[in-house]
């Protein structure tokens, strides 16, 4: 009797020695690698402080009843959190 919810590669692990397939193809433009060395200097600890500090303004303007302008700042700690996210990823898979 087969058992059809098993997975075939269950068991399959990758060696650890294997190294990620980088092609020609896949190399960022002058620009990209600009910006990119540019922001791994920022720490990833400035982007979360910039959405905790928004998120607090957004707040103090909603209790000033300035409704308008807190939904404006309310929509930028998202944004702020995965540009540090991005930030922490180019300097993960950033070559060395």
Not at 9 to 30: K, N
Not at 58 to 72: N, V
């Amino acid at each position: 009797m087969s058992n059809r919810n098993v997975n075939p590669a269950a068991g399959f692990r990758i060696p650890r020695s294997v190294a990620p397939l980088i092609r020609e193809e896949h190399d960022e433009g002058t620009l990209t690698r600009m910006i990119e060395q540019q922001t791994a200097r920022v720490s990833s600890d400035v982007f979360l402080f910039l959405a905790l500090a928004t998120m607090g303004a957004s707040l103090a303007l909603e209790l000033a009843g300035r409704t308008r302008w807190s939904r404006f700042i309310g929509m930028w700690p998202p944004n702020l959190l995965i540009m540090g996210v991005y930030n922490k990823l180019v300097k993960l898979h950033a070559p060395h």
